[in-house]
């Protein structure tokens, strides 16, 4: 038997988490910044527009984001 689903957790409710996420975000694209640097993927003025952009949607009242966390349950008969 095998049984997969997904649910949403939304970061946007209001100001207080949108920042939350924002900082979240930010701090998972600097854990991963020399990662992306080494391997030729960006240049670290691209990752400092991305966290500039981060910053900028955590202060709009209409921004969106959901992240999707997936799960798979099996098991062997």
Do not use: F
Request: proline share 1%; glycine share 6%; net charge negative.
């Amino acid at each position: 038997m095998i049984w997969s689903g997904a649910s949403y957790v939304n970061h946007c409710a209001d100001a207080a988490t949108r920042r939350e996420a924002a900082a979240d975000a930010q701090h998972s694209l600097n854990e991963l910044r020399r990662g992306l640097l080494d391997k030729g993927l960006t240049s670290d003025g691209e990752i400092d527009e991305a966290l500039a952009a981060w910053d900028i949607w955590g202060q709009d009242p209409d921004a969106i984001y959901l992240r999707c966390r997936c799960k798979c349950v099996a098991r062997k008969s």
